[in-house]
């Protein structure tokens, strides 16, 4: 005799399960993005940012600009662990989970860590060189890309969303690459602020570095789609052990 379907409380108990089963799962098999979220929020209420922002001195130390290489090349990491008020901190953490669970189940806490610092410097790199190369033009841009400053996880979640690409199957590869860098680029010519740039240079940069140096770093692209389907397999599988 088959066995009587379970009844809605059973079934009510189970979804109540599943998010405590997915966080479980999360913490074993991404444990540097949830760590990145608990260091984001604690250094965000130990220095006073969460309402307003870095200010002052603070912002002076952690917000990459076109100043600093020369005043405070330690941002050019660091601010990727402030964000610019509420919302940033929000938002923010929201994206951190979107994109960076499957991002460093893909790719490994390593590599994952690897290529979003990478990339992040990289971008700033790139964009404190365009800012300086147009400053000699006459115009508000770029006026505007020397005065402007960035904080946030966005840089770095560019880097490694281009970084989780390599792991991909041919197809989705290229449709990840189509959508991040045409939503970047347009960004980029469309407000073409100094965050805007940092964040495309972030994803280039990634993806040169994985044509080039793709094998040593441990991030080559998959060759075929049964090598992403088992990666994915065995992703899903680990999510409620």
Excluded: H
């Amino acid at each position: 005799m088959p066995d009587p379907p379970p009844n809605a409380l059973y079934r009510f108990g189970r979804s109540l399960f599943r998010p405590v089963a997915f966080l479980r799962g999360s913490a074993r098999k991404s444990p540097a993005t949830l760590t990145y979220i608990a260091v984001f929020w604690l250094l965000g209420a130990l220095t006073s940012s969460l309402t307003t922002g870095p200010e002052g001195e603070l912002l002076n130390q952690v917000a990459v600009s076109a100043d600093s290489l020369g005043t405070n090349p330690a941002a050019l990491l660091l601010c990727s662990f402030w964000a610019s008020g509420p919302g940033g901190y929000v938002g923010g953490t929201v994206a951190v989970l979107l994109i960076g669970l499957p991002c460093e189940r893909l790719l490994g806490s390593g590599r994952f860590l690897l290529a979003g610092f990478t990339g992040q410097v990289a971008g700033a790199l790139l964009a404190i060189g365009f800012a300086f190369l147009t400053s000699a033009s006459i115009g508000d841009w770029s006026r505007a890309l020397v005065s402007e400053s960035y904080v946030g996880p966005m840089a770095f979640l560019a880097a490694v969303a281009a970084a989780a690409s390599a792991r991909m199957s041919t197809l989705w590869r290229r449709r990840l690459r189509l959508t991040l860098f045409t939503l970047l680029a347009l960004l980029a010519l469309y407000a073409g602020s100094f965050s805007d740039l940092m964040l495309l240079g972030a994803a280039a940069a990634v993806i040169l570095l994985i044509i080039g140096l793709g094998a040593w770093l441990g991030i080559s692209e998959l060759q075929n789609s049964n090598a992403y389907s088992t990666a994915v397999t065995a992703m899903e599988r680990g999510q409620y052990d």
